[in-house]
């Protein structure tokens, strides 16, 4: 096998040394009845051309060449070159979890800027070293926030996305966290009078995202007012990083959850992502995943350390603040890299651009379907409303080698025929023509109110 | 300093500070490509929602940032530079062509949600890797959902939560070895269990006795790992199963060790219920410096209708797709489908090693555990002669007496141009040298890793400050985690 | 040693030995597809002809392989880790797109006697970059075959000499200043000329009135690095090219030190006939540890008939093909078309800048030079004070007085964290320091350097042992040059 | 600019540094009229996407995802991935020529490799760092021989690749260096007789190639002993390197010039690849190119520089033994990774596969057409002549994604419609079927004279 580095004479000669006549001697341990005297039944040995020929069908088989308007918690940004080419640097691909600091600066520092930079656009203090995605993120934050009231339940607004949604009441369910769950208005906004409602003294958290699921941006601060008021926690979490270039973080909320994956990460078919968690530093002991944090070696020289890991499973087992362990720390050494790229001013550049092209986008779907939720500032996505089934709109734009929204009724049936769009820097103006010219096909041409939407400071 | 190393030399290595202190208006390493669309006015877009400043991100170029990730890089250990024998970590080759074929283009850029019909490239991926580790497994069914192996653990116990409380009763508590990893327990009592601890026996195995003693209908699992955290095969997990099972409980394995087993025994065939596997240990996915991860649970036929959702099916078309409705899952523990790009690697390393490479592999992994001990012997402390299988573990106790633990040997063995084995447990071992070579290591780095110890050993005696002192040859020395701790530095903050 | 630098830190590195060392028979890192055809009988096949032992040639694994060349790779020094500021080299920033383009599948797989009809991505690349280098250098045709500048030389004095012959007589000798490359001569020599030294005068230029007195009709060309190797331009240039032109000579530039030029003057504009560009100098392309580089050449329309063959032209039909019909060409000076890959790289260098990137560009370069001369001015000593372009030249005089000469401050440098300035020319500076920042250095690398080239100047004074010693933190130290020339030892021998 | 490290600020600080009011002092020293003041036309200045976009198009419009026949002195090999990883390390692409030996170990010691296997691989003794191509090293190594013998001419065989041939006539044109060409015969090998008659007491060597332009391999031990007789030096030219793996290296000649690109080394539409020269010891002082020698430090400890530099231009100037300077180190390296991977035994089964490809093919193509040159043993190239020009039928495979073999008539007009086949482990049985049945559309059914071929020993 061309991965071993041992010669038949040196597996000879080593058990030899260790005295043993055969291998099988150091498999005696396992009683004899369950040891297996077959093949596995995988498939045989293969060349790494045969493997690379394989996965390249697979490839094929699997949208290559496609463009698409889906985002929907996974969005499809450029990502500079050189994040492939600094990742693959065996010192960061393949080194372990920075424990031993003196030979693991590099990795450390790293984190230590990436925690730096999340701080910086959430708005927050502190920063965790990562998360697994979003989801999880999302689900611990609310975790922690139980931790730092004492209180036990959630109220969850209906825009945050679905599957967050799922995975929170996945962890929720044996915690004793009952969910209550907050619907959003004509404006694709949380329900602020539902939500006063929902409040109760055992709410731990108002956990809302922004820009929501549907693309809208909520009214933070006063969401944050209002749980604030009812001494609960404001949780928000952030599917779509780019927005932060242009976006008012949530600076009014206490713990940010957020997907960094439009920072840098391929859509990959849903991961590797990378989650992460920022809140204020008087949370910081309750907070889930590693930090890293500054210290000095013996000589005073500055360095950096993974810190305040009585938190951590490893040292305090079933009293930790999370199970988690191994994170997503190569994923966020690419969201690193992307933020640095970027940073000051190319984010905000970036950020105006996915604006821009989701702006055109919304205007001339406009001119044929229904733009549901105007009122509201949008980021990059926005859901139209078709007389169409959109499952039918995308198989016609599929032929067409397009990827249509999302259509909604699998997480929001009252939604009806309503797909979620989305444009980034990537979406050109043809693909946006073509797209809005196939959706026409079906759909008269009747201008919505699309065009309030879009000057919604007026 | 007398002890010289064949294994590493000092050498000239470039300083470099933080990002932000290279930052200065108006250095930028973006370009955006024109825009084909009107321009917009924010303020009128976003209004209130608009946000004016950033904050202090960096503005650098981009030869800046290749400079900056470059230098910190040759400032990190990794398996590319040498032997990284972490115990319990499975540090082994991270073959790069798992590297390429994780990056061509459909499935680098696969949305999640495009439609299924194009989607069956993915789809297959999920597929023959879900057989392969069944196979491996001896298991009847599994989800790829998790996306580490803690997060493993939760959807497995999840699932043992599930399966008792469609019986009827969810039952109260999880055994767990005391040589078990702080992630079990941490688990247990995220899915609403309390944790009893089991103690091992004089020769690290579970005590039989202390088991069916525990046993009872209150117990949902126990939670094995096996090789144990010692690196020794639990002997009777044939009894062990059979407590278990007789009082309604499911025995979850902690696959964190199957590298000592792949292709030479599954744990399906000993009685296993659950299990999760470790693709960045065992399937060789890199670790990166912390993750990403992924952690497969695999279950019995009695556990198959709790497997979060959604999980991949064979359409009546011959297509594959991905099904929802499952009534009795345990939910989504992750959005989408799990740590896709790990599965392409793992699937590639298993391709790349078929069913000979595989067993060979588990064979190399444990002759070179055996090989160290066997070279370590006498030397360091070995509190149990059981056998190994794919990792051993030494204790400190005979240096101690010198005032020297775990912690400065490993600090040492850096100077000697290895990384660490691992210092932080099995608990069960006070001041714990966990070593686990794996089958990546060739025999002469174990050489070197053998007179490295030795070496260690020997200046113990002569001249213990200077391991006490280690690292020496690093570019900063011994760094002060008490002090990190206590006043928390965690962010950069401007002047 | 009490200096100490800003700008490195000794660091553990690890030790490798030679690939034949870690060889054993077995070890592979290979592995073939299944064999769809029959096997074959080589005996059969080749009779005498097979072979049956292929030598010493190693048996290492994978694992094996990367580990060796990660490790030898942590021994050298790059423009990743921080400033090269060899003169005359231009060790420029490699951007990292360049390489993703050049590996894109149609480019890196096309074979260079596929159809043109499914070349014509490659035949656009090669007329997009010879109309870009065409609009850069103000000439008015080009050869992209060459493979480097020397061998850019070779086909532009072939050019040349086909040139004079064409009008009948291909004369003797080229003109070269004292101050030029040694590919210059080496170059006119393979192409049957005479070398004709022309001395520079007090400024470090042409020294009009002497390149007049030696200018006959026996001078096929003068070959002028423009800016010279002192980083000079040559003020001249008009009344030189007049001088040559006047005797029906040619003028030739080396183009080392376009560098110094892009966006700012343009060659042909300036009398310029023939000239080379070093796209791995002023385009980069990376040098690799030595290569490859590209030497498109560029001429004026009286030297276009002799352009090395095939060249590529428009078709009717709108496509682009190779021409080869080419009765007066100098003929081929390569197989296929060059150095492609470059091409791909400069082309994307191009795009990247656009006019406005390579003017700032080539002004950061003169800047950048500037002001390490600025540093520097005092401390080291400056023979020619006339105003630098992209780089400037010292030389070792005053610390000469303590028996310290420039190659050891180069090596001394290297204990501050930098790669050496040139040390090997221009002749016409003894012992001189040629130092070349190139634009892809900022501020703060350009003040640790000027620091350490000063701290160094003060060790001179101090303590000249620890110079003349130097390096001292380096995994070797100085190395035995003429030990290895005596008696070579070019390759590994089994024991 | 997004590559220069430099803000509007640090360049003002500079500039007063300096002493200057502005950049345009700085280039005072250019003549004002030839100054440009206007920007340059070429494209603008593109974001990297745009730089990807456009490269992406330029390779779908060259012959992506066609098979191919061709070889010709540019072989389709596979590459083992880690080639790329390994070299795109910044260590190693983005280093010098390892001048300062104490900061270049890495790429010495990598050259030192690659220059005893090399030797191994030739049986020769000694081995430079890398030339140009195949063509120039094959130029430069009959130069060489000139220096050796103190004779002029060269005898250079018809079967030496036609570009080949090209550039030695190039770089003969004005060194005074004769050139007489040696035919080949029916069985595709150099014209021994013929041979015997060119040479003269001028020739300094008989210049073949092997296995040569028609895939054929040449005698060379009969070579050796002519040229030797008569004082003359064998040079070998070696185009194909995996050959090397199963057939005899040319163990008579006096140098042999390679071209190494079969090794690892991209197609890229034909460059860069690696040329390398090959001699005995006593010849060293006379060869051109880098060396890199063993030799110790102050301690001792072994070491590498690049050594013998009194041959090379920068020492001697016009008395160098060639002006090459930069060379093709990186390609080189790949060159060495490749044959680190295969290694003693992979070499061998590779070139068995070529090997048993072009058997199956030549008898396939046997069946239809004349599969030229019967009689001599050949590696992975074998000719075909039909009766149908083979453009034409090469544009009938195109249609099907087939890159057929080279016509011949382009460098040989006197083989008529015979065209140039190679396959490599990478061609599939599939393609060679099929390419097989689209030649066989106009040819007759009558098998040739190639079931000979196939047993040379018998
Ligand atoms: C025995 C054991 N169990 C569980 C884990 C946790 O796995 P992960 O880090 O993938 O969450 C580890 C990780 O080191 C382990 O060694
Ligand atoms: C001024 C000058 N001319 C010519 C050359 C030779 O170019 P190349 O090394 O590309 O052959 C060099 C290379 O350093 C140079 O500096």
Partial sequence: ?458 | MKHVTRKATRHVNQNEGLIFEKSSPGKAAWKLPLLDVPEVNTAKLLGTAERKDVGHMPEVSEIEIIRHFTRLSTWNYAIDLGMYPLGSCTMKYNPRVNEVVARLEGLANGHPYQPEKISQGALRILKTLTECLLEITGMDAITLQPAAGAHGELAGLLMVRAYHHAKGNPRKKVLIPDSAHGTNPATAAMVGYSVENLKSNERGMVEVSALEAQMNEDVAALMLTNPNTLGVFEQEIHTIAEIIHAKGGLLYMDGANMNALVGKVRPGDFGVDVMHLNLHKTFSTPHGGGGPGSGPVAVKQALEPFLPKPVVVNKSDGTLAFEYNRPQSVGRVRSFYGNFGMFVRALAYILANGPDGLRQTTEDAVLNANYIRKGLEGVYDLPYSTPSMHEVVFSDKLQAKKGVKTMDIAKRLIDYGFHPYTTAFPLIVPGALMIEPTESEGKEEMDLFVEAMKSIAEEVEEDAQTVLDAPHTTRVSRLDETAAARKPVLRWKPA
């Avoid at chain 1, 979490?237 to 439009?262: F, K, N, T």
């Avoid at chain 1, 249509?404 to 009724?409: Q, V």
């Fill in chain 1, 1 to 458: 096998m061309r991965y071993l580095p041992k010669s038949p004479a040196d597996r000879e000669a080593i058990l030899k040394a260790i005295g043993a006549r055969s291998i099988d001697d150091l498999f005696a341990p396992i009683p004899a009845e369950y040891r297996l005297n077959r093949d596995l039944k995988i498939p045989r040995q293969m060349a790494e051309s045969e493997i690379v020929d394989w996965f390249r069908q697979r490839s094929k088989e699997n949208g290559l060449d496609y463009t698409s308007f889906l985002g929907a918690g996974a969005y499809m940004h450029y990502r500079p070159v050189i994040i492939d080419s600094l990742i693959s640097r065996g010192e960061f691909l393949t080194a372990y979890t920075p424990y031993q600091a003196e030979i693991s600066q590099g990795t450390l520092q790293a984190i230590f800027e990436f925690q730096t930079m999340i701080c910086e656009l959430t708005g927050m203090e502190v920063a965790n070293a990562s998360m697994y995605d979003g989801s999880t993120a999302t689900a611990e934050a609310a975790m922690m926030a139980v931790r730092v009231t004492g209180r036990s339940s959630v109220v969850v607004a209906q825009s945050l996305h679905p599957e967050y949604r799922e995975v929170l009441a996945t962890y929720a369910h044996h915690q004793g966290m009952p969910l209550v769950t907050g619907g959003f208005t004509d404006a694709g906004r949380l329900n602020l009078k539902e939500l006063e409602q929902s409040i109760t003294p055992d709410t731990a958290c108002v956990l809302i995202q922004s820009p929501n699921f549907f693309g809208t941006v909520e009214d933070v601060a006063a969401l944050g007012e209002i749980a604030h008021q009812h001494g609960a926690l404001l949780v928000v979490s952030i599917a779509e990083a780019v927005s932060l270039g242009i976006v008012e973080p949530p600076r009014e909320a206490d713990i940010v959850a957020m997907e960094a994956q439009s920072f840098g990460v391929p859509l990959g078919f849903g991961g590797p992502y990378c989650g992460v968690i920022a809140t204020r530093e008087k949370f910081v002991r309750h907070m889930p995943g590693r930090l890293a944090g500054q210290t000095t070696d013996r000589n005073g020289k500055r360095g950096f350390v993974l810190t305040l890991a009585t938190r951590e499973q490893h040292i305090r087992r079933e009293k930790a603040t999370s199970n988690i362990c191994t994170n997503q720390a190569l994923v966020a050494l690419m969201v690193n890299i992307f933020m640095t790229v970027y940073g000051k001013v190319g984010l905000r550049e970036l950020a105006k651009q996915n604006l821009a092209k989701t702006a055109y986008a919304a205007d001339q779907f406009g001119r044929h379907a229904r733009v549901l939720f105007p009122g509201a500032p949008r980021f990059n996505e926005f859901v139209v409303e078709t007389s169409e089934d959109p499952y039918v709109i995308n198989s016609r734009l599929l032929g067409h080698k397009l990827v249509g929204g999302l259509p909604l009724k699998k997480f929001y049936p009252e939604l009806g025929n309503a797909a979620l769009w989305c444009c980034t820097e990537m979406t050109t103006r043809t693909a946006i023509d073509t797209a809005v010219g196939m959706l026409a096909e079906s759909e008269a041409e009747e201008p919505s109110g699309e065009h309030a939407v879009e000057e919604v400071a007026r």
